[in-house]
């Protein structure tokens, strides 16, 4: 094996004589530009049109508070299946997350960090399996679309693949080349585990991949050094650290949380353990960049493609260089490259050809640059068949470079097509670009108050998104529902009415002034910005009471009734993200005996902000009856061990003791 050869191999632990490494070329480094600048063309472009949705700003704000030192998480969200995701990607995330609040430099860092991705594997493929094979393979992954889309999202299951590109580099480097057992191996073998394992807390299907590690393992057994294992082992024990942590204190509160979740996530129709074939069709999508319109147009997937056509026989070629690489890889090359390259397309697939879970395209991110490595054999063994030298090189690099430009463009214009067409969720969703006006203009004011459909941080994407993005500008920034709540805070403010607010009366309570209208791609749907707003006009005039002070910091300091409607006023402590409480009143006769009741979900911690005053109303009053007093009190429902159970908040006396668990209205006039 001479100098000149354009891939390294694998050591044979005796089967092979040792290596002459080939050196990298000018052309080599061209090539690595050239493919960085595509994949940076078509990940970091037009960067107005990245979406900023829910799972983006609930990662988003656990990365805040760690970047402003409130918490030091030990989970991150919730993930599909119900258990609690590792807090690693919020870790990585903290970092953009520092230095501003806008959510699209902080999806361009992810962004970048795949296009650093790109190059890794571009040199992986360079350095043992050939120029060709990078080359095809290299381009492949940079202009597929599902590879593309699926790295430029605030997910947590976009951010692992380029730190398992390095472990990767980093294991078949310092276990499986030939050469000295020198420093820089030993460095190698100690991190390429604990990379691995940070990269895998991102996203639950990333651990199908790690039994490449154990592959590894034996193939380096004769050159492993023992003192970088046991420092591998050291440093991976510290990286799953906080989540181990994490997970037994979510045990602790919800022994069941696993089992319930695996038996919710799998199909009550089918046999579990039964072949299932939604894995393989998520396969050939994320192979051959068919069917994005799926994913990002649900509904409108004609309309899609009739506005950007696609010639899907044409797509399907690569398809078929896949098919013809793993032949050629397992007839032509070591037989531990070929175990490689196809343990690593087909792990990640045989993990969910069992049907205990629905099965996501993200959950096969892990395969992609498998595929295209795949499809890079085929590519360069292809090459090998066409006519001699110089026409070969003009016919492949066309052939290749046509292939490419076609994916590339036609992600631009579906990326345009999305940017400006309107959509309902679960397509794509308003992209950041039309949110950027409104955060600017909501820039100058501390306080902030949302109207949109919802109040939940966890299941409401105005309520998680605006806090992000006015992190580093606003003091407060409050989410009301359409109805039933209301805040006026201590110092003037800016109302913000979402598209998904509808008619509400927060309208004629806050609608003061002229409304700035903030468009989005659809002309029916805008943002209406109130500002400044100095108070509220309540609809009701509220009759104060003594304060009744609750253990939470909340206090009840009022109340109105108006036909069947009861109002009552809080003044509420500094915020509290973890309290979710609900809140009853209970109409009593002149016996004290409950004639009616209402149970509602009091307004969350999430948006409390100190001094704030909250009003709450409901329907439910009672006709035709004589209403003596109202009993109002807080209380909080039990999550996992304590499901069923309800958790009183109590109230305290002047001295702080607990003095009951609720607070008596009387109605009787003296």
Known sequence: MTATQNSHDFSGAGQKPPLVYATFTLRDWLTLALILVVAGWLRLGMPEAVEFFHDEAMVSTLAQEMAYGVRFPLEGIISSVGIPNPPTSIYLMALPYRFTSDPIFATMFIAALNVLGVGLFWYILRRY????????????????????????????????????????????????????????????????LPIWLFAFQMHFAAWALLPLYLLFIWYGKKRLDRVALAFSLVLSALVILPYTVGLVQTLQQDPDRISRALSTSSSEDVIFLAPSAPPLMQAFRLATGLELETWVAVGQEAALLQH??????????????????????W???????????????????????????????????????????????????????LPPQRLRQAIALVGVGAFALVQALWWVNVQGYLYRTP????????????????????????????????????????????????????????????????????????????????????????????????????????????????????????????????????????????????????????????????????????????????????????HWCEGDTLITWTNGVPDNVTIDALRVGLYTLGTGKDEGQIFPVDVLDVMGNPAGQWALISLTVE
Request: glycine share 8%.
């Open 331 to 385: 007839r032509r090359y070591e037989t531990r490259k070929a175990i490689l390259l196809t343990a690593w397309a087909a792990l990640p697939i045989l993990l969910f050809l069992p049907s205990w879970t629905r099965v996501f395209p993200h959950y096969l991110i892990g395969s992609i640059p498998a595929f295209a490595a795949l499809a890079g054999v085929g590519g360069a063994f292809l090459y090998q068949l």
């Open 423 to 606: 959509m309902v969720y679960p397509a794509y969703t308003t992209p950041a670009g039309y949110l950027a006006p409104i955060r600017d203009a909501l820039r100058e004011y501390d306080d902030v108050v949302v109207i949109s459909g919802g109040m939940f941080w966890a299941f409401h994407h105005e309520a998680a998104r605006w806090p992000v993005m006015l992190a580093d500008t606003a003091e407060c920034v409050r989410t009301l529902p359409p109805d039933g709540y209301a805040v006026d805070p201590a110092h003037p403010f800016a109302v913000l009415i979402a598209p998904n607010a509808g008619d509400t009366p927060l309208q004629r309570i806050y609608g003061l002034g002229e409304a700035r209208i903030f468009p989005t791609r659809d002309a029916n749907e805008v943002y209406r910005l109130y500002a400044p707003v100095d108070a509220p006009a309540w609809l009701i005039e509220i009759q104060a009471i003594d304060p009744v002070l609750f253990a939470n910091g909340v206090q009840l300091t009022g109340y109105a009734i108006d036909g069947e409607t009861v109002y009552l006023q809080w003044q509420l402590p500094a915020r509290r993200p973890d309290l979710q409480h609900q809140y009853f009143v209970h109409f009593l006769d002149e016996n004290g005996d409950a004639i009616g009741q209402r149970d509602l979900s009091f307004w969350p911690g999430y």
């Open 129 to 192: 399996f050939g120029y060709g094979v990078a080359l095809v393979g290299g381009l492949l992954f940079a202009v597929n679309p599902w590879a593309i889309f699926f790295s430029r999202k605030i997910w947590q299951q976009n951010f692992w693949l380029p730190f398992f590109l390095l472990g990767l580099l980093l294991a078949l480097y310092g276990l499986c080349e030939n050469g000295a057992l020198n420093r820089r191996r030993k460095i190698a073998q100690a991190l390429g």
């Open 308 to 329: 950007v056509p696609r010639k899907d026989g044409v797509w399907a070629l690569s398809g078929l260089l896949i098919l013809i690489g793993t032949v050629v890889v």
